[in-house]
């Protein structure tokens, strides 16, 4: 059985940092293109960075130089270090085990974890 398991969230004030790890466990992780995804309330969930299995990263604008995301294949874990946070960034942080699609550019799978809940305020 496949599992994601995150964590590493919690209430931080405007321009503190938080970093976010996620767990996989019962597949192949190195095989995986993984991302992070978030979903504000009343919003739709929307990705917010990704890391093919070799590396190459991609980040939404919204987050671009501020946000890096990284992977320990040894570990089976995903990071996302979190800086300069805004009261924007607020939202359930998800990851998600995915693959490549024929661009090579990651696409999200079925895979995910239970999320874990960013809260930036002062």
């Known amino acids: 059985q496949v599992q994601l398991v995150e964590s590493g969230g919690g209430l931080v004030q405007p321009g503190g940092s938080l970093t976010l790890s996620c767990v996989v466990s019962?597949?192949?992780?190195?095989?995986?293109?993984m991302g992070w995804h978030r979903q504000a309330p009343g919003m739709q969930r929307e990705l917010v960075a990704s890391i093919t299995n070799r590396g190459s990263t991609n980040y939404a604008d919204a987050v671009k130089g501020r946000f890096t995301i990284s992977r320990d294949n040894a570990k089976n874990t995903l990071y996302l270090l979190m800086n300069s946070l805004k009261p924007g960034d607020t939202a359930v942080y998800y990851c998600?085990?995915?693959?490549?699609?024929?661009?090579?550019?990651?696409?999200?799978?079925?895979?995910w974890g239970q999320g874990t809940q960013v809260t930036v305020s002062s």
């Open positions: 019962g597949t192949i992780f190195s095989a995986h293109a």
């Open positions: 998600n085990a995915g693959q490549l699609d024929s661009n090579m550019a990651y696409i999200a799978g079925n895979y």
